[in-house]
């Protein structure tokens, strides 16, 4: 086997794989044994059919499917093992003058076009700048921030006052008939709801005010305006079962309950931060100003990365790709794919985004910049703390951070993008060490409208920006639920 490269200029050429008769012919009859041990060929033994049978109906398709698989061996082992920097894979010459004849020649020559990786000089100094913009926090978001955390780790207590809408009452409910308790009725002995959430008016007022040892009879059908769904859940069943209640029930009050905001104490630190990371109410919120701000980070990086790469690309404009090369391997790629995303519009566009990979794949090679398995499991972790802060869990017990870090790090796909993302990371790093980096502070209101400029999709960044948005717009942190969650709340704080 003779395998060559010719360059056709700096940035084509074309490798060729020589193949001699002993270089596939083993192979190909170790494969036609495997074929005549399993045909199943009418009037003869399976195994016994005649090795010349077997080669004249599979001979020319196991000679193509090792040739194939030996090709594919001397390209990746020619291409490793002499270091040569190609874009995209080996395309196959189709010309019909280089085409071997399979059938009459026992030696066979093979062609493949390369897109060869250009060589140049890529330099920076600190006269080359770029913007980093770095988010300063309102102080009225930080304030938001500490009353979200109040409303959201506040807990129901019980009161002996007259219920607010808003209350939890929680009693007794009996089925009645002709204003008396229905025999063999329907009882409710944890019966549970919220004024708020009653539709009818009247209904709705008759339990707003009311205290314990009081007593309501309404029709549960008018209070929820025909809503199987909240009656069934009132009633502790299912909606098929209350499709035909026509009753009246009385509802006998035997507990108000009224949610309270936390307080500002060691107990909220440790519920939001974590035990002991925070001893102060001063330490608390410069610990939550800090998460907070970080949550801009991504945001901040992608922005200086933009234009990073716009001064990045302003130094390759001299630098020559094999385009037409290229884009034969791009086409054929996305056929393969069923796909036809290229065309002649943005075919610039992915050439200029090859440039920028090609002089990213430089600076980290020409600086001998490296991602280590401890890089990825640091980033994992910060993804998955910031996925949970989205969802206002900003104390997330190790086990379950680790159980989803685990799983995060199982799957291919998510540990491809983490690597990109440390790569981009490091990138950075480095920039900001070599180049002038130009420092401006930007209220987060002013940093989510130049976003907003850049990305016009407002679901590109929205998760970098958003952290704090995950206090409640309701007045009460308890307000919002379905009538099915306010029974769930209550059956949990029994629970505790």
């Not at 016994?48 to 090709?71: D, H």
């Not at 002995?189 to 919220?194: F, G």
């Amino acid at each position: 086997m003779k395998v060559s490269l010719n360059k056709t200029d700096e940035v084509n050429g074309v490798i060729a794989v020589e193949l001699e008769k002993t270089d596939y012919e083993g192979k190909v009859e170790s494969s036609l044994n495997q074929f005549r041990q399993k045909a199943n060929i009418p009037g003869f033994r399976q195994g016994k059919v005649p090795k010349g049978l077997i080669r004249k109906m599979y001979g020319k398709a196991v000679l193509v499917e090792e040739l194939n698989k030996i090709l594919n061996d001397a390209l990746t082992n020619y291409i490793r093992d002499n270091k040569v920097k190609i874009l995209g894979e080996p395309m196959p010459d189709e010309s019909e003058d280089k085409q071997p004849d399979l059938d009459k020649e026992e030696t066979f020559t093979f062609y493949f076009d390369v897109a060869l990786s250009p060589e140049f000089d890529l330099a920076f100094t600190k006269n080359d700048e770029a913007t980093y913009y770095k988010v300063e926090l309102e102080e009225n978001l930080l304030d938001k921030q500490m009353e979200a955390y109040k409303q959201n780790y506040g807990t129901y207590v019980n009161v002996e006052e007259p219920a607010l809408d808003t209350d939890l009452i929680k009693g007794i409910l009996t089925e009645q008939e002709n204003g008396k308790d229905k025999e063999n009725g329907r009882v409710i002995e944890n019966a549970i709801l919220m004024p708020s959430y009653v539709k009818d008016e009247e209904i709705k007022q008759k339990f707003i005010g009311a205290k314990v040892g009081d007593s309501v009879v309404f029709d549960p059908k008018i209070a929820y305006d025909n809503n199987d769904a909240e009656i069934a859940s009132l009633l502790q069943t299912i909606k098929e079962d209350v499709k035909d209640i026509r009753s009246e029930f009385r509802f006998d009050i035997k507990e108000v309950t009224r949610y309270k905001e936390a307080e500002m104490n060691q107990e909220l630190f440790d519920k939001v931060l974590g035990e002991g990371a925070a001893t102060t109410e001063e330490e608390f919120k410069s610990k939550v100003a800090e998460s907070l701000n970080n949550q801009f980070k991504p945001s901040s990086d992608n922005l200086f990365l933009q234009e990073a790469r716009k001064l990045i690309l302003s130094k390759m404009e001299e630098v020559q790709l094999p385009a037409e090369l290229f884009k034969r391997w791009l086409q054929r790629s996305e056929e393969s794919a069923k796909s036809s995303q290229l065309t002649d519009e943005n075919y610039p566009q992915v050439l200029e985004d090859l440039k920028y990979m090609i002089a990213r794949d430089k600076i980290i090679s020409d600086n001998d910049i490296k991602i280590e398995s401890n890089d990825l499991e640091s980033l994992a972790e910060e993804v998955a703390k910031a996925q949970f802060t989205q969802y206002g869990m900003t104390n997330v017990p190790a086990d379950l951070l680790q159980s989803y870090i685990k799983n995060m790090m199982e799957n291919e796909q998510t540990v491809r993008n983490l690597y990109d993302r440390a790569i981009e990371g490091k990138l950075i790093d480095w920039l900001k060490e070599n180049i002038q980096i130009n420092e401006k502070a930007v209220s987060s209101e002013d940093f989510r409208k130049l976003l907003e400029e850049i990305n016009p999709n407002p679901h590109d960044h929205s998760h970098d920006h958003e952290g704090h948005s995950h206090d409640h717009d309701h007045e009460h942190g308890h307000e919002g639920h379905s009538h099915e969650e306010q029974t769930e709340e209550a059956d949990q704080e029994q629970k505790d």
